[in-house]
């Protein structure tokens, strides 16, 4: 295996200005510069992690704390982390929500884990840190980046959509199709996005005419085994509703399989709307029609603005994600 010392040695020169050149730190003059140049590309010479992380002074490691390492949601989010730290000659390393602590005390261990680690940086999605959890890391805050939350005191840190404007634009779309008896299943309340995009939903309903309390709404997981349960609830309360709002894709497609199992036509007697716009509404049954939501720009963008703090690059970063609606085929205008 090709190390340092053998780039050096080719090329004339001491371990250190090899080292100056692999790194891009230090001075080096240009003439010396092209003939390290030339013998890392003679003997092939790839610095391992750990030369890497020496020469720079760095552990080129990023963390990413996440709640669940299971369901169509984190999986996509993870594959853009990775896929750009790679690039950039960094990698990843996950933590997520393990142990008997509720799912703040988890994630408060997860993040102490990846700092532990030495990691430059933090990636971090959890609804269940407060204010003073952030304040109590310190210095480590100036290199954390928060997507799905925000948090007053990193406001710039924070990477989020306006998940209000998606639960407005979720009653629009079923208002348009002329539904006016709906049932909501939510998400858990302690969850600050599903409260603001079920928000949205209703107040765009008492716009139009429809109060809350004419809207059957059930709350649980955000796992399609708490759709399937849900929509089972909903069929048994005997409430009268032509469409149904999910607040995310999973218990939008748990709810399809127990529709489909009770011999609900969807379309035809309901239609079903999801939120977030992942994977899995391409391939449920029907189609799932879903409030698009641009993780995979909001998660860019998260990262480049860390990687701006952590590294001294100057990646562009925007903070305004637009949100659609994807249309398949669970939505329909309601019967007569």
Same mark, same amino acid.
Request: charged share 10%.
């Given at each position: 295996m090709t190390t340092i010392k053998d780039v050096a040695r080719l090329a004339g020169v001491g371990v250190g200005t090899a080292s100056r050149v692999v790194s891009g730190k230090g001075s080096v003059a240009p003439a010396t510069a092209e003939r390290v140049r030339k013998a890392i590309a003679e003997l092939e010479f790839r610095p391992s992690h750990a030369a890497r992380s020496l020469l720079s002074g760095s552990s080129q490691m990023i963390g990413v704390y996440i709640p669940v390492l299971k369901g169509t949601f984190y999986t996509p989010i993870l594959q853009v982390i990775d896929t750009e730290l790679r690039t950039a000659g960094h990698h990843m390393v996950v933590a997520f929500g393990c142990g008997d602590g509720d799912a703040r005390r988890q994630a408060i261990e997860g993040i102490d884990f990846l700092i532990e680690r030495g990691c430059d940086g933090l990636v971090v999605m959890s609804n269940a840190l407060r204010d003073e959890d952030i304040g109590a890391l310190g210095?480590?805050?100036?290199?954390?980046?928060?997507?799905?939350?925000? /948090?007053? &005191?990193?406001?710039?840190?924070?990477f989020t959509a306006d998940h209000k404007l998606g639960g407005m634009l979720a009653a629009q779309t079923l208002l348009e199709l002329r539904h006016r008896r709906f049932a909501v299943i939510a998400g858990p309340s302690?969850?600050?996005?599903?409260?603001?995009?079920?928000? &949205?939903f209703m107040s765009e309903l008492t716009r139009h005419g429809i109060e809350a309390s004419q809207v059957l709404t059930l709350q649980s997981d955000f796992s399609p085994e708490g759709g399937w349960t849900s929509a089972r609830a909903l069929l048994a309360s005997g409430h009268e509703f032509t469409a149904l709002f999910c607040a995310n894709d999973e218990m939008a497609v748990g709810a399809l399989s127990y529709f489909q199992q009770a011999g609900i036509s969807v379309p035809g007697a309901v239609s079903v709307l999801g939120y977030d716009d992942t994977h899995s509404a391409e391939y449920s049954a029907p189609r799932l029609t879903s409030i698009h939501i641009p993780w995979s720009d909001i998660t860019l963008n998260g990262l480049h603005w860390l990687?701006?703090?952590?590294? &001294?690059?100057t990646h562009p970063v925007v903070r305004v /994600?637009?949100?659609s609606v994807t249309w398949r085929a669970s939505v329909a205008i309601a019967a007569a």
């Open positions: 210095p480590n805050q100036s290199r954390l980046v928060v997507l799905n939350h925000s /948090f007053d &005191g990193i406001a710039d840190h924070c302690t969850s600050p996005d599903n409260v603001a995009r079920v928000s &949205g990687l701006n703090q952590c590294y &001294g690059t /994600f637009p949100i």
